[in-house]
């Protein structure tokens, strides 16, 4: 009987197991391009294909098939690098690297406007022919910066990194632009993925917390271009591509809790109850809304203790931050109140839980922007989890799930630096009119600021890719893509 009692639970633990796992894909995007870069493997089977710890596979984009999805009009400015030398367990997609010695291009043609996911994947191994860690360069992403100084991300060793971002797509293609600097003449990226997302995965509307603590309503959010910087899973383990229906990873906040005393940390076996109009597995996982660090009164007095949280930002630019509460921990409604405060200021006073997603163990986020522009040099954005004046004693009086930390674009349209598009195409141009380009850049800088802020105000209510050297002139009706030389 004690046999048949485990076994039974053992059954249904697993079949608890694989309908997480099933669920947490069943998100199938219009638009998914993955590129494993320099690699000429088709996307056929496992044998000939990248596949990547998430167990996904990158097709190469050099793939030479009667049915390629990529094409390559010209190797001129491309090399192709392999690791012969990988270190154990570093994934297959960081094993070669595309090469670029002047300005280059990839082209992805699109099905889904809307919201779209773009990663880099970068790890600078060194071979016989080319020591990857010596790249200078710069990466545009549209009409936006989004990599000026490629030696920030220390990704030598076995250290590989991974940028993100979420970016509004209003046109049918995505044109991803390296441009290696004039000293190095040397850019590289080991793999992309472009993959379209839900079209709420960001709201029109989050609180912005002014510089006195006020909050007013900051509309055009699923407008914004925007960097992941953080992501954790506060109080649970690392949660891997695999088990994240968006391929996302989330981290520990053992690195970032500044402020634990009286707190706990709680992991829940029960069901995640996802409910409409409120959080879905797209905007964060089971796996993150099923562990958490809250604070518990044990007597007839509520603590009176906060948790708190610093995440690392650079200054210059303004930053969503996005907060996720499920109550995992409460026996009955109605028995959870605390405060948020972000950067030292009450966010949001009286949380209750309860109220808004009338349900136990039902997620919920509250989106959030912050300033650090205007010459701000930066620092540690903070987050914060306390009793309210409407706690219990003898029940929870704070509880978080998760953070997100991302950076909005400044008003050069970069995330990286004050140049924009403009000056970094330019500054590869050869010759001896350096002042000449210098102003026509500038001219296309001001176009492009102006266009983005107007755009942020005009809020309303696989495929075929390419790789060329720069510029790129347009596609015809084929879906063909014309190449031009600098």
């Not at 089971?286 to 610093?310: F, G, K, P």
Request: hydrophobic residues 40%.
């Amino acid at each position: 009987m004690f046999f048949i009692q485990h076994a039974t639970l053992f059954f249904f633990f697993l079949l608890f197991s694989f309908s997480t796992v099933s669920l947490s894909h069943h998100f199938s995007p219009l638009d998914n391009y993955l590129l494993d870069c320099g690699s000429t493997a088709p996307l056929t089977t496992a044998a000939t294909s990248s596949l990547s710890a998430d167990h996904r596979l990158f097709s190469g984009d050099l793939a030479r098939t009667p049915n390629s999805l990529f094409h390559s009009p010209s190797l001129r400015a491309a090399i192709s690098l392999r690791n012969d030398n990988p270190f154990p367990g570093l994934s297959p997609i960081y094993h070669t690297a595309r090469v670029f010695t002047s300005p280059a291009s990839y082209t992805f043609s699109l099905k889904d406007k809307g919201p779209h996911i773009v990663r880099f994947h970068f790890h600078a191994f060194k071979s016989p022919q080319l020591d990857l860690g010596r790249a200078q360069f710069r990466v545009l992403l549209d009409d936006y910066v989004v990599l000026t100084n490629f030696t920030r991300l220390n990704c030598t060793g076995q250290n590989p990194k991974v940028l993100e971002f979420l970016v509004p797509v209003e046109d049918e293609k995505i044109v991803i632009v390296f441009v290696p600097s004039r000293d190095s003449k040397l850019a590289f990226v080991n793999a992309i993925e472009v993959i379209s997302a839900p079209n709420d995965l960001v709201p029109e509307t989050a609180q912005f917390i002014g510089s006195s603590g006020n909050l007013v309503n900051f509309d055009g959010l699923n407008k914004q271009a925007l960097e992941v910087v953080h992501r954790v899973n506060v109080g649970g383990p690392k949660v891997t591509p695999f088990n994240d229906s968006l391929w996302r990873t989330w981290v520990p906040d053992d690195g970032l809790l500044r402020s634990s005393f009286g707190s706990e940390r709680l992991v829940f076996g029960g069901r995640i109850k996802y409910h409409d109009g409120g959080a879905s597995r797209e905007v964060a996982p089971d796996n993150v809304y099923n562990s958490a660090r809250l604070i518990r009164s044990v007597n007839d007095s509520v603590t009176n203790v906060n948790m708190t949280w610093a995440f690392p930002i650079l200054g210059g630019y303004k930053y969503l931050i996005r907060l996720h509460f499920c109550d995992i921990a409460s026996i009955s409604l109605n028995m959870l109140y605390f405060n948020v405060f972000v950067n030292g200021y009450l966010a949001y006073e009286d949380l209750d839980l309860s109220y808004i997603t009338r349900s136990l163990a039902s997620p919920f986020y509250a989106d959030f922007v912050v300033d650090y522009g205007d010459g701000n040099v930066g620092g540690d954005l903070s987050v914060g989890i306390g009793p309210s004046k409407n706690s219990i004693p003898h029940a929870v009086d704070g509880i978080l799930n998760g953070v997100e930390v991302m950076k909005m674009n400044n008003s050069h349209g970069s995330f990286d630096g004050e140049d924009c598009s403009g000056i970094v195409l330019k500054s590869w141009s050869r010759g001896n009119y350096s002042g000449l380009l210098l102003t026509l850049a500038a001219a296309v800088c001001i176009i492009l600021s102006l266009s983005i802020v107007i755009r942020r105000k005009m809020i309303g209510s696989r495929e075929s890719l390419s790789w060329s050297r720069l510029p790129v002139n347009s596609s015809d009706g084929d879906g063909h893509v014309k190449v031009g030389n600098i």
